[in-house]
């Protein structure tokens, strides 16, 4: 998961998201938002106001001079998906056919 910092028409945003594209040469692509990421017990105004501002919003692109930091963070339990794959005739797969 991602986190992006930027700025939008005179307010700076932070936004969580499961996937980026990066392969335009002027714009970070940001997709599959994750509008529930909360680092803590204490609310976040600001977190209110983006998720306000990006509900039911699927992808957007925004320009590179306009984001200041990329940020990788860790995936909140139960919201992602795994990235463990069983491989077939492995010493745990045969475990499992027991």
Do not use: W
Not at 24 to 48: A, M, Q, R, T, W
Request: aromatic content about 8%; glycine content about 6%.
């Amino acid at each position: 998961m991602y986190k992006v910092h930027f700025r939008l028409k005179d307010t700076d945003y932070e936004l969580v998201a499961e996937s980026l594209d990066l392969s335009h040469p002027y714009f970070v692509s940001i997709k599959d938002f994750v509008l529930d990421y909360d680092e803590g017990i204490v609310v976040n105004p600001h977190l209110e106001n983006t998720r306000k501002r990006f509900k039911g919003i699927a992808n957007i692109m925004i320009p590179v001079q306009s984001c200041s930091l990329i940020e990788q963070v860790p995936a909140k339990s139960g919201k992602t998906k795994s990235n463990v794959t069983v491989i077939p005739g492995s010493p745990q797969d045969a475990q499992g056919s027991d």
